[in-house]
């Protein structure tokens, strides 16, 4: 439970920077350690259910693959093309498999870095953590906030539109493509509406003394303490580790 | 931020969450044009992810407009639940800055069809740059990254920047934006 109680923050600060450390990777072993550091990382301090866990990281397995299987077809040409290896009787140059799986890897590693993040933080406590730690200025804060809550107001505002063209019948789109025309009809109308409301939003929040004025007080105050660099310390190690052992394999 | 009304803040990231959703609905479709095809599967449609950078910037027409609804377009998107996580405000950003740099190169004051659909290419070169270097498309055969890289040029200048003004005219017809840039210009012209 100790990732749930950092600083959001700073987290998300730590997430990004190891996000940009492996942009500079190019082989898989490192990757492919330090993914398996952020997944362990994620159980062991994050109490995260596992079948949650798995739903949300199969899309990257496809856009992983993809990326596998293009980064071979289209990769630069190799500078020894002597060196093959044969997957399936096709005879591949080495270098482009394994810069190919690097970049797998690499897709599968920020997939888990930011699910990390995104399974042990309340996102709106990363939001005032960001006004209050990273200087976001609080009419941009509150104004997200907001946006936020507008979300089921928006649900309601689809089905009142789409009650209405019924009533009026022109609604009885059966076919995918009439489908898609009733959403034509609809983005206007739903537009209209959000804009409508947060006028009426912005008006309240200013009629109650909402000055977006950033020497405010806080309800729910966040702070950074000694704790909280454990969590970029772990990280580290574990991508020095990674980065250290494939130096000595090798790569 | 000063010359910046609440208000307009407000409209910002409402119109962030209309196209928030929408949005997150383009990301599997992205994926599995990516498995399909590889990274170029996401530029076909990169343009909506733009789109929210070109509707503000047109509707409100003040400097920032294009940048600040594409970074809270972003972080809407992260409270909604997106896998993609702290990163996306990173990249709502960069997508942000290519379009407002267009806008900034007319003083923010030509908001023509042309203007709009140069926008839409700005963010697809930053946004490319930015993909280039987290992506790692260094590693890709030249020609691979050059198609992807027209690809997404294209799909910024149609998809953010033709249907981006068009969303956007529709809107000022049904004189919501009337006490917006662009719903007073739309007064005038009608009057005129």
Known sequence: ?251 | MKSWRFKEIVVMAALAVVFGVVYLAFLPVGGVLAGLMGPIGYDFIFGIWFIVSIIAAYIIQKPGAAFLSETIAAMIEVLLGNAVGPMLIVSGMIQGIGAEAVFAATRWRNYSTWVLMAAGMGSAVTSFIYGYFMSGFAALATGYVAAMFVVRLLSGALIAGLLGKALSEGLASTGVLSSFALGKQQRKKNAA
């Open chain 1, 1 to 251: 439970m100790f990732l749930q109680q950092l600083n959001p923050s700073l987290k998300a600060l730590t997430i990004m920077v190891f996000i940009i450390f492996l942009a500079t990777i190019f082989e898989p072993i490192t990757p492919l350690l330090f993914l398996i550091w952020t997944v362990l990382i994620t159980f062991l301090f994050g109490k995260v259910s596992w079948k949650k866990y798995l739903l949300y990281f199969s899309p990257f397995f496809i856009f992983a693959l993809g990326m596998l299987w293009t980064s071979i077809a289209f990769a630069d040409p190799p500078i020894n093309p002597d060196e093959a290896i044969n997957i399936l009787s096709w005879s591949l140059p080495t270098e482009n498999v394994l810069t190919a799986l690097a970049l797998a890897l690499r897709v599968l590693n920020v997939a888990a870095l930011s699910l990390l993040f995104v399974f042990t933080t309340n996102i709106v406590h990363f939001i005032l953590s960001m006004m209050q730690q990273l200087k976001l200025p609080p009419r941009i804060a509150y104004a997200v906030l907001a946006g936020y809550r507008f979300l089921p107001m928006i649900r309601d505002e689809l089905k009142i539109i789409h009650d209405a063209h019924l009533i009026r019948g022109v609604n009885q789109a059966k076919t995918p493509k009439e489908k898609m025309q009733n959403y034509k009809r609809y983005a206007i109308p739903l537009l209209a509406s959000a804009i409508r409301k947060a006028e009426r939003t912005a008006i309240a929040m200013e009629s109650k003394g909402f000055t977006g004025d950033k020497n405010r007080s806080f309800y729910r105050q966040f702070t950074i303490g000694k704790l909280d660099f454990i969590f970029p310390l772990i990280m580290l190690i574990g991508f020095a580790t990674a980065f250290f052992v494939s130096k000595q394999l090798g790569f």
